[in-house]
């Protein structure tokens, strides 16, 4: 992006505008190694700490990763294309597909980590299934990843009472996943609703999901419901924001 004597934009601001509209052209594609710290310096007459400055912001956004001895480059992770209405359709889940078979297409998805536990509901957790004091939950907790690259974690919690000794507390629930699972038990899901909101990541969470310093993540909460409003899961999910794009198609 050419600048002007007016452009009061900070130095490092305007280099990383150039470096991402030259991504976005096509001038450099995903894998191709950016200009370093040097080059930068050399090419725009700034200082060490404003190249620097600069490559951070684009790693910041997701746009470009650094591997360590070899420079930054643009990342080659192709956005997740969440399909928020498709996914949870009952023609999906209901014959016996993942919901995700809505986003990933032809991409390969690994849950490498899966644990199932029951555990006394937590007070927020517990009012919203309505349950009863002391009412203990079967919690699931997963992480989803795509192509080689962590871009999810899960925990769902479900009534013991609904899910004991069903698929659902073992660590593989079978076909249709637990979706399914409670339909067979005669607690078929019939209405969702997801609540979404974003913010920083903790310590822990950017370690899970493989994310730099300044990747924001998706925070979204699930609660699945079945006849009469029964709430029978609360699914709270935490996404890479750089790896995913919400998609939400309905009629006016």
């Known amino acids: 992006m050419a600048s002007t ?4 934009r900070p130095k490092y601001q305007r280099i990383a505008d150039s470096l991402r509209e030259a991504i976005q052209s096509g001038e450099y594609g995903p894998g191709d190694r950016l200009p370093g710290e040097n080059e930068l310096m050399a090419a725009h007459g700034v200082a060490r700490m404003t190249a620097r400055q600069a490559l951070s912001v684009l790693k910041a956004e997701g746009v470009a990763e650094a591997r360590k001895g070899a420079g930054v480059f643009v990342r080659a992770f192709r ?3 969440r399909r928020g209405i498709q996914r949870l359709a009952q023609e999906q889940w209901g014959s016996g597909r993942s919901i995700w078979s809505a986003d990933i297409e032809n991409r390969t998805l690994v849950v490498d980590q899966v644990t199932v536990s029951e555990e006394h ?3 927020g957790i517990g009012s919203v299934l309505e349950l009863g004091d002391g009412e203990s939950v079967c919690v699931r907790r997963r992480r989803f990843v795509l192509d080689g690259k962590p871009v999810l974690l899960a925990t769902s919690y ?16 079978g076909p249709g996943g637990t979706y ?12 969702f609703r997801e609540e979404i909101r974003s ?3 903790t310590r822990d969470e950017a370690d899970q999901l493989s994310i730099s310093a300044g990747t924001p993540v998706i925070l979204i909460c699930r609660t699945a419901f079945a006849d009469e409003g029964r709430p029978v899961e609360i ?17 006016a």
């Open 158 to 173: 479900l009534p013991t009472s609904v899910v004991a000794g069903s698929a659902i507390t073992q660590e593989d629930t």
């Open 121 to 123: 509901a937590p007070e």
């Open 79 to 81: 956005p997740l294309r």
């Open 235 to 251: 699914n709270e999910m935490t996404l890479d924001a750089a790896s995913y794009i919400l998609e939400y198609d309905f009629d």
């Open 199 to 201: 913010r920083m990541p």
């Open 5 to 8: 004597d007016n452009d009061r």
């Open 180 to 191: 399914a699972r409670l339909a067979e038990l005669g607690y078929k899901p019939v209405h």
